[in-house]
């Protein structure tokens, strides 16, 4: 299924029970769509959020509420039925708001175009926390929630990690040979993989984070914009070039190439709420809804032919004994290109 947004999307997020998808659009605007696999999707909201464009955009408090922020430095709740505002948090940051995530059942986190990182306390509506992790703009975010900790990936080419129980950042990774655009946990929490404006995937051993332990390079030359985990072995990955690939995690491999966006970067990649449907937005303006278990099963079909079985994920994992050192990197991205990017219960149910 594809939505023809008529504006360049930055963001792409899932009503997590229902069939519902939003865009935040360079406009400043908010869509939101109904889809059905035997229908033609249908716009249900149209909100003109913030006065310059709309960069994340998630749904929180069971998606009753859509949360968005800007580089107008505001962070805007909108109530999902009537798309009238809940309320708006002008100032919430000195810099463009790139990122959003949320945190706990009462917290949430958004990231800047400065490095700068505030948590969120919804139930009092103030900033209970802030960590100047990085030194330029907040590419992506994802939460360990059993150690409460916040990894985070910053175009300074370095991960940090917030500890939330101390309000410290504990530690942050030595400068890596670009910026770094995406971040997941892999290996049950003990890998952390980032990609790369160059395209290579960078593997961190949990507690080891001044170092990578590992470095993929066979998606180098075009940058790994986004990521999603697809289970504890298998990353699908959004390139520059268009290509929407499925990786293995140690052992490090691209099993195929399972779309093609169009020529353009793929900008974000999200999934439904029943995994069903896989959502890709690129610079070409266009929503795309992928069947997620038809690619999938396609997969699996090309491996049988061509091997004649299917290849298994060596679950067998490498330590950091010596990881070796990255050099300092020097290339910067255009923060102003949108790089964006767990659904909490009962977000402003005090409201």
Known sequence: MEINLGKLAFDVDF?????????????????????????V?????EVHAHTESCRAARFINGGRVLLTGSPDCSILATDVETGSTITRIDNAHEAAVNRLINLTESTVASGDDEGCIKVWDTRERSCCNSFDAHE???????????????LTTSGDGTLSVCNLRRNTVQTRSEFSEDELLSVVLMKNGRKVVCGSQTGIILLYSWGCFKD????????????????LKLDEDRIITGSENGIINLVGILPNRVIQPIAEHSEYPVECLAFSHDRKFLGSIAHDQILK??????????????????TGTIDSDDDEMELDNDPSKL???????NANNGQAPGGANNFFADL
């Open 212 to 227: 990578c332990s590992d470095r993929f390079t066979e998606l180098s030359s075009n940058s790994i914009d986004a990521m």
């Open 289 to 306: 809804l992928w069947d997620l278990d038809s690619i999938l099963q396609d997969t699996k079909n090309a491996q049988t032919n061509e």
């Open 136 to 150: 330029d703009y907040i590419s992506d975010m994802t939460f360990a929630s059993d150690a409460m900790k916040l």
């Open 327 to 333: 050099s300092r990197g020097n290339k910067r991205k």
């Open 41 to 45: 999707p249908v716009r249900q909201l």
């Open 15 to 39: 009503h997590p029970s229902d069939n519902l998808v939003a865009t935040g659009l360079i406009n400043g605007d908010l869509h939101l769509y109904r889809y059905s696999p035997d229908s």
